[in-house]
């Protein structure tokens, strides 16, 4: 029944290391996204799909690479973890316009050590 | 880009009182949307209410409700009979009508319930 589902919930790893976050949504929402939360608790865009097509590519590191096989899965692959990379990591979806709001997984808190 | 600030990085209230969380934001667009979200200590992302600009009547769900000036910019939350639960962070979100994609987020407020 989840409707924005991702996963793992957490993920400790070594710098340098490389590791994927899946997600998906059961909404039949058009719209993908990923936000990552800092310490502050900011919430910053990373990217965003619409229908597999990427639509949003904030200033991030082309260490992190989204892939979006279908308009229901947006995955995050990151490459050479470091320890800044340590943050939550929040998949969500939402259609693709008007009052639709925003739909959140639960968050990947990533620990790089 | 549009900005959406939240000037009050932390907040209490008495169980059972009201308090006020504010944000305003800037654009110069007519048609937009608004939304109050929650995270709890759990870290789960909370929708709590939602506003059209275009609709001048303010939303209101329960014991949450907004005070929406669209001259002024600004999308206060009002929550009624404070509850321990309620203890949280509080973002406020802006969504063109426009490009709708993009959803802008202030940098928060964290709001303490004093039993």
């Known amino acids: 029944d989840t409707a924005v589902s991702q996963t793992p919930k957490y993920l400790v790893t070594q710098m340098g290391n490389d590791k994927s976050i899946k997600c998906e949504q059961n909404?039949?929402?058009?719209?993908m996204y990923w936000y990552k939360q800092d310490s502050k608790k900011f919430l910053k865009i990373m990217f965003s799909y619409n229908n597999k097509e990427l639509i949003i590519n904030e200033t991030v590191p082309n260490r992190f690479s989204p892939k979006s096989p279908d308009k229901a899965h947006l995955n995050l692959h990151i490459n050479s973890l470091e320890l800044g990379d340590s943050a939550v990591y929040f998949c969500a979806s939402s259609q693709g316009a008007g009052n639709s709001p925003l739909h959140f997984g639960n968050g990947t808190r990533l620990t790089v050590t | 880009a549009q900005t959406v600030t939240q000037s009050q990085p932390e907040m209490s209230v008495q169980e059972a009182e009201t308090v006020t969380l504010s944000c305003t934001y800037d654009?110069?667009?007519?048609?937009?949307?608004l939304f109050w979200y929650k995270q709890p200590p759990s870290r789960q992302m909370i929708l709590v209410i939602r506003q059209e600009a275009y609709k001048q009547q303010n939303a209101t769900e329960n014991r949450f409700s907004v005070n929406f000036q669209k001259a002024a910019k600004s999308f206060s939350l009002k929550i009624s009979d404070s509850q321990l639960g309620d203890a949280a962070m509080y973002f406020c979100a802006y969504r063109s009508g426009n490009t709708g994609n993009q959803f802008y987020f202030g940098t928060g407020t964290s709001l303490t319930v004093i039993p």
């Open positions: 909404l039949g929402h058009d719209t």
């Open positions: 654009t110069s667009e007519s048609d937009y949307y």
